[in-house]
C-alpha cells in the first residue's frame, strides 16, 4: 500500500478515533448520560480508572488521536516512526483498560470497545506506513569526478 494511502487510512481513523473520545469527553464535562446499548458505559465512565492521574482517559485519548492525525501530515521519519509508537502505547493502554473493565469493573463500556479497535487499527497502520517506508528504495548517490 501507498505512504499516500496509508497517511489517508491513518487519517481518517485518528478523526474517528478523536470524535469517540470527544464524545465522552463532551459527555463527561457536562455530565450528560452517554447514549450506550448497555449499562456498562455510566459504570466505566465513572469508575475509579476512568483517569490517570487525575486527568480523564477520554481527554487523554482525544490528544492522542489529534497527535496522530498530525503525524499524517509529514513524511518525514522521525514522526512516521513516532506516530507508530504513539499508537502502539494507545494500544497498550487500551489493552490494559479493556482487562480492567472485564476483571475489576465487571462492566463494558461499548464506546470504549469501539475506540480500542480504531486505536488498533491506526497502530497496525502505523506500523504498516513505517515498515513501508524502511524499505523503500533509496536513490543512489552519484559521485562525480
Known amino acids: 500500500m501507498s505512504d499516500r494511502r496509508l497517511r489517508l487510512a491513518i ?3 485518528a ?3 478523536a470524535a469517540i473520545a470527544a464524545y465522552l469527553s463532551f459527555t463527561r464535562i457536562t455530565d450528560v448520560a452517554l447514549i450506550c446499548p448497555t449499562s456498562g ?5 465513572h469508575s475509579s480508572y476512568s483517569e490517570l492521574g487525575g486527568v480523564p482517559n477520554a481527554y487523554l485519548g482525544f490528544l492522542a488521536y489529534v497527535a496522530i492525525f498530525i503525524t499524517t501530515l509529514s513524511r518525514a521519519p522521525l514522526l512516521v516512526r513516532a506516530g507508530a509508537v504513539l499508537a502502539l502505547g494507545a494500544v497498550g493502554y487500551a489493552i490494559y483498560l479493556l482487562v480492567v473493565q472485564l476483571v475489576v469493573i465487571d462492566a463494558v463500556c461499548t464506546w ?3 475506540s ?3 486505536v488498533l487499527t491506526v497502530a497496525a497502520a502505523c506500523v504498516a506506513r513505517t515498515l513501508s517506508r524502511s524499505h523503500q528504495k533509496k536513490a543512489p548517490v552519484e559521485i562525480s569526478t
Do not use: E, S
Open 41 to 45: 458505559c455510566a459504570a466505566v465512565q
Open 112 to 114: 470504549c470497545v469501539a
Open 11 to 13: 487519517a481518517g481513523l
Open 116 to 118: 480500542d479497535a480504531v
Open 15 to 17: 478523526l474517528g478515533g
